[in-house]
């Protein structure tokens, strides 16, 4: 397979501060075509920065200093703003956490899909609501028609999140970028969205960068993961074999906090101690060394290299050992 997406070395900095606070530190990240990779973690290590890294989105108070971002082999930071438009669409969409701060409340979902069709000159004035239907049906859109006249505030939040879809895929991407897609939903229509989406990769042959900090999620849709710490992937690998053995603390850490099947209610579930360290705040050694309980004196002193044990890959000094 060819890899649609490939990030090397991407180091983005708060600007106005000091010159290692950064958000994201050393990234590397790879998807090939029509594979779903998870890129997890705490809220603040970094994956949304990452997805709006990856079409140029980052707010003004983030900019990025070193790396590369190619996106179907062509380094999108090199691009001018005409050509990133075409490649916003064409090559990646993004899905969002929350449909109802992405659609424009003040047009209708009809308008809105085709507006993005007319700019990419995938339809004319004439076919374009024609397509907005076929693109609502294709993420199983009930009543298409009459949804399509309707506004966002008309719409509940999952078939609002079935119409940020459809405009994502408007332009037909090779890159899905959802972030965080199931997370303003209710179990049952969260299934629905998730379900929705390997249908959509099947059909399409599309690949899909999920971003999420549910690991249940993740064992129902990921064929790789990729874990990010302080803006760092710490432990990445094939998702049977992270979820079963995972060899970083942070890790592991992240799976003990999950409920078991058939936990007390009233059970406290276990939580990683500590929070996220800020930017720029580490300034040597493993960056989740204040808050693991394997750490010692060279985890304060010296962060570790990428370690390969198999099919898994991870930064760590005293790694958990595989079953």
Request: glycine content about 8%; some cysteine.
């Amino acid at each position: 397979m060819n890899a649609i997406l490939d990030i090397k070395g991407l180091r983005a900095c708060l600007r106005g501060r000091s010159e290692n606070a950064y958000v994201i530190d050393g990234l590397d990240l790879t998807v090939q075509e029509g594979e779903v990779v998870a890129l997890v973690g705490e809220s603040g290590s970094g994956k949304s920065m990452t997805a709006f890294s990856i079409l140029q989105l980052l707010p003004p108070a983030i900019h990025i200093t070193d790396g590369t971002i190619l996106l179907g082999g062509h380094d999108v930071m090199k691009m001018d703003v005409r050509t990133l438009r075409q490649v916003r669409g064409t090559q990646a969409s993004i899905v969002f956490q929350e449909p109802m701060t992405s659609l424009n409340p003040l047009m209708t979902v009809e308008r809105q899909i085709a507006e993005m069709l007319l700019i990419h000159g995938k339809a004319t004035r004439r076919t374009a609501p024609g397509k907005v239907i076929e693109l609502l049906e294709l993420v199983r859109m009930p009543d298409a028609k009459r949804r399509a006249k309707q506004y966002p505030h008309n719409l509940s939040g999952g078939l609002r999140q079935r119409a940020m879809i459809a405009l994502a895929l408007a332009c037909e991407p090779r890159l899905l970028i959802a972030d965080e897609p199931t997370t303003a939903l209710d179990v049952t229509i969260q299934q629905q969205i998730l379900k929705l989406l390997l249908d959509l990769r099947d059909r399409l042959g599309m690949a899909i960068l999920l971003i999420t900090h549910d690991l249940g999620v993740v064992a129902e849709m990921a064929d790789r993961v990729a874990v990010m710490y302080a803006g760092r992937i710490v432990e990445h690998g094939p998702v049977v074999e992270l979820l079963e053995a995972p060899r970083h603390p942070y890790t592991h850490g992240l799976l003990s906090c999950l409920p078991a099947e058939h936990a007390d209610p009233d059970e406290r579930l276990t939580e990683i101690p500590g929070l996220p360290p800020q930017p720029g705040s580490i300034r040597q050694g493993c960056p989740f060394a204040p808050r693991c309980p394997r750490s010692d004196a060279i985890c304060t002193e010296v962060e570790p290299a990428m370690t390969s044990d198999g099919a898994s890959h991870y930064k760590c000094h005293h790694p958990w050992t595989a079953p």
